[in-house]
């Protein structure tokens, strides 16, 4: 079914993960805090529990889980028999009753790990905000103990609060209700539960709201994820550096998706998704083209120089990932032409910065940003 956009609100999700790489580091300052002994917390076995929700459920349905779910409920025949039996006949009618998504964490509940983590966020963090000389976006950077309710609605310019867990789950759950043939008024209700550890380290959310008339809104979460567990010790390390850098880009980033979602006038949520996919992947690129450059330099200060080599393994791990695709284009880019100016031509112009990505010399891409730039991406 085609779903227009015109014809009631649309939601779309945008959730981001890491990107990385490397480069060659500075020597060590005598004063830096060394958090080194993280990694051998980060390389202890993962906990996969208690989970506590984080947030309320919401209504969701997702057709992949859902078919899942049926196929299930045909393959069971012991359960199937168990409700014939309690509903007295062999003929069954059922239906979903609904459907949810909820967002589960594990928290860290280990004092020694979970302040060790916290402290090294809030240095990277700062080493960040000072190297980049951007503002920063947190009032605070908090390791969560327990659940969590209920989320405080965005409401901006305030600040974002980062929560460290040590793992996320996404939990998918059905209800079915089953009912005899000739009798609609006793019910047996199934409920079916998928659980997901994706792998994903951290993420920070933007909704597009799409309204009547093609009226584009983005709405910004006020917080963002942090996981303190990984395959790669290293990719726990990144994710502070990276998730700040996505949050202090996306405005930016949102600007130009504006601008092209009012230019081409899509009327299906496909065309919607290509564009959000599309300058997700350009997001990803500076971001990854910035850590680059920014990573190694905290390794050195505040862990210890071998764990510089690692982050190959860290970058490789992307590449499967279409997300990615333009993220070794973008640290080329971004060792070209240096951090500092890359954030500029991006927070000026972001489809300049695209258009460099596909440039094929890089002098080229530094000369077309040297061009006056056009104000209309301007947030």
Known sequence: MVRRLSLSPIWVSVLLVLGATMLYASNTPMDAPDYSRLLSFIEMQDLQGP?????????DFDRQLNRENIAYLNHDKALIQ?????????????????????LLVVPENRDEYAQLFEQYCKTAVGYLI??????????QIATLKGPLPSIPAPQQPKGITAYLVHNLVDEYIEEYL????????????????????????????????????????????????????????????????????????????EAAMQVDLVQSKPDRLNEVQRIVDEWMAVEEAIVGGVVSQVMPDILARFVNQESIGQLTDALAQREEHPQYRLLNQAIQVVINMGVDEALAVYRSNPKEFKHMLTQPDPTTAMESAQRPQSSSLVN
């Open 51 to 59: 989970l506590v929700a984080f947030g309320a459920a919401e209504k």
């Open 82 to 102: 168990r409700i014939q039996s309690q509903l007295k006949g062999e003929v069954l009618k059922w239906q979903l009753s609904t459907s949810f998504k909820q």
């Open 130 to 139: 000072d190297r980049i000389h951007m503002p920063n976006p947190y009032n």
């Open 178 to 253: 089953f009912f005899g043939q000739d009798d609609d008024q006793t019910k047996i209700k199934i409920k079916l539960s998928n659980r997901e550890f994706d792998g994903k380290i951290g993420c920070y959310t933007s909704r597009l709201k799409i309204g009547a008339n093609n009226h584009f809104e983005f709405i910004r979460e006020p917080y963002t994820l942090w996981q303190n567990s990984a395959e790669n010790p290293l990719n726990v390390l990144i994710v502070p550096i990276e998730e700040t850098l996505h949050i202090l880009m996306r405005p930016f980033t």
